[in-house]
């Protein structure tokens, strides 16, 4: 296993004419965290992992990989990528993909292992073009995988996966980051970032927005969610409740996300006495990406 800082980006920069892409990123990963890079389309996601990967040279700032430049890692195999637009070859066999791979690398994960880590030791000999969505993912994985990498990069890992499916991977993955390797992945799927990682890091616009553990991120959010049912109420009434920042009305029942929920059920009761039902809880990860990542400035 390598030693040192498994990730870190140094003052990381990289723009497309007038699009600041990425905008002054300072970030560190350490040896066996599970890291969830989360954020709205244009966040600068995408760039920040072409750029660990070398696909992309930044403007200004640093990226190693235990040290490495991303050249280097990927070379002695030290990192490994799953992409969702990564290509597979239709005429190849799962198995031969795999190992066209393992022959690229000095010190390679067996195949049959590599097929067994993802789950798809049947498919071995199944052709790419004979796969379906969520066994292509699989696959990829069985690719990334083979080099045997201290750091692996995920983007949307369970894409096209079905509940079942995407529940096996995450098991396949918890058992690759339990021997102490490093894994960062992009998803859209809140719940996983919620369930499977150790840190969670929130980009917007270019730049890291929120970076922590799940419950810190939810703390940075601030607030808590009120749901009740709540006979007579009006949109202008739930509105004006104090410490409501926003608020659903559907029928009788109603949602809310508060800053201070003990102040906005007290005025909630008063007005509303025949209220029941009510449910108090502290803001979800899905709440703190949507305040933290909105277009609004501070």
Do not use: C
């Not at 990927?74 to 969702?84: D, E, H, N, R, Y």
């Not at 005025?267 to 502290?282: G, K, N, R, S």
């Amino acid at each position: 296993m390598t030693t040192g800082a498994a990730v870190r980006l140094t003052g990381l920069r990289k723009s497309y004419g007038e699009v600041r892409a990425v905008d002054g990123i300072d970030l560190t990963i350490a040896p066996g965290e599970v890291v969830a890079l989360l954020g709205p389309n244009g966040a600068g996601k995408s760039t920040t992992v072409d750029l660990i990967l070398g696909l992309s040279a930044p403007d200004a700032g640093d990226v190693t990989v235990f040290g490495a430049s991303p050249t280097e890692a990927v070379q002695t195999g030290s990192i490994g990528a799953m992409l969702q637009g990564g290509a597979l070859l239709d005429d190849a066999t799962v198995g031969e993909m795999v190992a066209m791979v393992a022959s690229l690398h000095r010190d390679p994960m067996p195949v049959g292992e590599a097929l067994a880590r993802a789950g798809i030791e049947d498919l071995a000999n199944r052709r790419g073009n004979k796969l379906s969505g969520g066994q292509k993912q699989r696959a990829r994985f069985a690719v990334a995988l083979v080099s045997d990498p201290d750091v692996l990069l995920l983007d949307e890992p369970t894409a096209a996966m079905d509940v079942a499916s995407r529940r096996e991977f995450w098991r396949s993955m918890q058992a690759f980051s339990d021997s102490g390797r490093t894994v960062l992945f992009a998803t859209h799927y809140l719940e996983e970032a919620e369930e499977f990682a150790d840190r969670v890091v929130l980009m917007r616009g270019g730049r890291i927005v929120a970076d922590g553990s799940v419950a810190q991120v939810r703390a940075l959010a601030g607030g808590r969610s009120l749901r009740a049912v709540v006979p007579g109420a009006t949109a202008t009434a739930i509105a004006n409740l104090p410490g409501v920042t926003e608020y659903q009305l559907r029928g009788q029942r109603i949602a809310v996300s508060s800053t201070d929920s003990d102040a906005t059920l007290r005025a909630l009761l008063t007005a509303f006495p025949d209220a029941h039902d009510i449910e108090i809880t502290a803001i979800g990860l899905e709440g703190a990406f949507l305040s933290l990542t909105s277009e609004e400035e501070e």
